[in-house]
């Protein structure tokens, strides 16, 4: 007789946080704040995207925006961010590879009912795990720097395909790295992702970060669009 049971684990937790996910994205939107999940390896260039981000942002009328930066340890982006006059809140996941609801309604809870037009997270440097945790946000990025190398999209597709953009980021070292084959990423993701956004950034000049910027405006508008039909 065979008695062996299969447990879905994996599966029952990503359920649950799917569920919580989507009732905390319906309350954000109700709230009309457009919540976007940045994520991509150590280093790709998240915190200084966000601030060239959220710098653009502002150059059209005065939204509030708010950050909450997730790291393993340290609060290093959170004093970063709070230093450029935007109000953060530091997750400290303790080791944990990457967010989930738990942790993103807490952190969440820390600005005390403060309301925002854009609440970014910036998840843990980690191209990975965060692809499998939905963090209740309206619209989810990755970044991929350009020292990393155009392959990634090839090692790690299951990133690619579940993303609404990929910024290519630092793009002032093309120059430096001309095995970066931009045309190549860019096939093999929309072959991974037909409806992706690619944006070419550079925080460092400036480079594509209007364009982004302009995107991310676009889609709060669309999110909020949505809840009036
Ligand atoms: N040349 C160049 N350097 C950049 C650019 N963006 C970020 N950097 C540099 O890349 C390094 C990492 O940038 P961060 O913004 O801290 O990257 P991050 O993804 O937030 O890093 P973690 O949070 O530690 O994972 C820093 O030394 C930045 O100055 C860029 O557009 N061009
Ligand atoms: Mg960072």
Redesign the pocket.
Known sequence: MNDTQFIEVKKNILDHNDRIADAFRAERTKDRTFLMDIM??????????LLALIAALRREGSPEIGVIEA?LESDV?ALKIKAAGIPSVELNTKGVCHVEMGMMKQAYSAFAGRKFDYLFL?NI?NLVCPADFDTGCHRRVM?L?VPEGWDKVCKYPPMFGIVDALIV?????LPLNPDFDMQALCDHARVLNPRLQIFV?????GEGIEEAAAWIRSQREEVLASQTK
């Not at 390896?41 to 995207?49: E, Q, R």
């Not at 980021?169 to 070292?173: F, N, Q």
């Open positions: 991509g390896s150590p280093g790709a260039g998240k915190t200084s995207l790291d982006d910036e440097g970044l720097s980021t630092k793009c002032d070292y950034t550079s925080a460092r000049t």
